[in-house]
């Protein structure tokens, strides 16, 4: 069982950053997973932002990021990041992290993925 938990979010105004963080506990070693990050809005399905191979050799991003965010991830800490710049009220969401067995795929449907962490807010105000 992998057990993720993200952090870092919370309320900016708009043209600000945040970094999420995503941390795997026990005995999960996310090395062993591409990992994605997606995010809700109300009342939206949610939606695909970036993924990461397992080795971070590669990575993809949603056409919405353009260029203003960067997923990274360091598996000796087994922890996911993504930082955010530049943000914009149609950032607000919450987001979440998730672990895809597939490790080379960097998958972009919600379905594909196996974990998920329970999410964390961010509003961005104008």
């Known amino acids: 069982q992998v057990q993720l938990v993200e952090s870092g979010g919370g309320l900016v105004q708009a043209g600000g950053s945040l970094r999420l963080s995503c941390a795997a506990s026990?005995?999960?070693?996310?090395?062993?997973?591409?990992m994605g990050w997606f995010r809700q809005a109300p009342g939206k399905e949610r939606e695909f932002v970036s993924v990461i191979t397992s080795s971070g050799g590669s990575t993809y991003y949603a056409d919405f990021v353009k260029g203003r965010f960067t997923i990274s991830r360091d598996n000796a800490k087994n922890t996911v990041y993504l930082q955010m710049n530049s943000l914009e009220p149609e950032d607000t969401a919450v987001y979440y992290c998730?672990?895809?067995?597939?490790?080379?795929?960097?998958?972009?449907?919600?379905?594909?993925?196996?974990?998920w962490g329970q999410g964390t807010q961010v509003t961005v105000s104008s």
């Open positions: 026990g005995r999960t070693f996310i090395s062993n997973y591409a």
């Open positions: 998730a672990a895809d067995r597939a490790r080379w795929a960097a998958r972009r449907d919600p379905v594909d993925y196996d974990y």
